[in-house]
T-cell receptor
Framework: EAQVTQNPRYLITVTGKKLTVTCSQNMNHEYMSWYRQDPGLGLRQIYYSMNVEVTDKGDVPEGYKVSRKEKRNFPLILESPSPNQTSLYFC???????????????FGAGSRLTVL | RKEVEQDPGPFNVPEGATVAFNCTYSNSASQSFFWYRQDCRKEPKLLMSVYSSGNEDGRFTAQLNRASQYISLLIRDSKLSDSATYLCVVNPSGSARQLTFGSGTQLTVLP
């Protein structure tokens, strides 16, 4: 089954304790992205990657890091989490080649993070 | 002004009703438009793309008005299962970089 898998789905942590949220896709998509979703603010892009070893900042990158060493994986790293990073996080991927599906994102099921 | 704006609702409608949502976008050069559906605490999923000539998928009709810079979604004969948040999504520049999401319109279909 074509899918985007993120882990953990739920996490409660404390301020300053480094954590990584993993994201993996099995569709050979070039493009991967991380979003956070907060009430009233919608989905905001954190980082995105156009392909292996190519990453760039989205709209709200502060406090986050990413890496893209393999095409299928795009982990999100919070080096020193703070309470304002409490949110629902989604990883997503899509192809970038020129056909009608190139703009259609497939999302993971989400990771709900609470930072105390 | 936000790049993509939606009326947050909530829209509470009886089963069988017809309901319409609008979404406005600020960048007149925007290339691609979509409606995504998001159930409570779940991931967004593509509902339908929006084509220049308008398009229909069963009970759902999407339209694009480039002159006024808005897209619309019409749901006919609402079902209880249509209850969800509907996200308007715009590709502002036609690049592969980014899709911009509206903050969503919440719909509840009542029995």
């Amino acid at each position: 089954e074509a899918q985007v898998t993120q882990n953990p789905r739920y996490l409660i942590t404390v301020t300053g304790k480094k954590l990584t949220v993993t994201c993996s896709q099995n569709m050979n998509h070039e493009y991967m992205s991380w979003y956070r979703q907060d009430p009233g603010l919608g989905l905001r892009q954190i980082y995105y990657s156009m392909n292996v070893e190519v990453t760039d900042k989205g709209d709200v990158p502060e406090g986050y890091k990413v890496s893209r060493k393999e095409k299928r994986n795009f982990p999100l790293i919070l080096e020193s989490p703070s309470p304002n990073q409490t949110s629902l996080y989604f990883c997503a991927s899509r192809p970038t080649s020129g056909f009608s599906g190139a703009n259609v994102l497939t999302f993971g099921a989400g990771s709900r993070l609470t930072v105390l | 002004r936000k790049e993509v704006e939606q009326d947050p609702g909530p829209f509470n409608v009886p089963e069988g009703a017809t309901v319409a949502f609008n979404c406005t976008y600020s960048n007149s050069a925007s290339q691609s438009f979509f409606w995504y559906r998001q159930d409570c605490r779940k991931e967004p999923k593509l509902l339908m793309s929006v084509y220049s000539s308008g398009n229909e998928d069963g009970r759902f009709t999407a339209q694009l008005n480039r002159a006024s810079q808005y897209i619309s979604l019409l749901i006919r004969d609402s079902k209880l299962s249509d209850s969800a948040t509907y996200l308007c999504v715009v590709n502002p520049s036609g690049s592969a970089r980014q899709l911009t999401f509206g903050s969503g319109t919440q719909l509840t279909v009542l029995p």
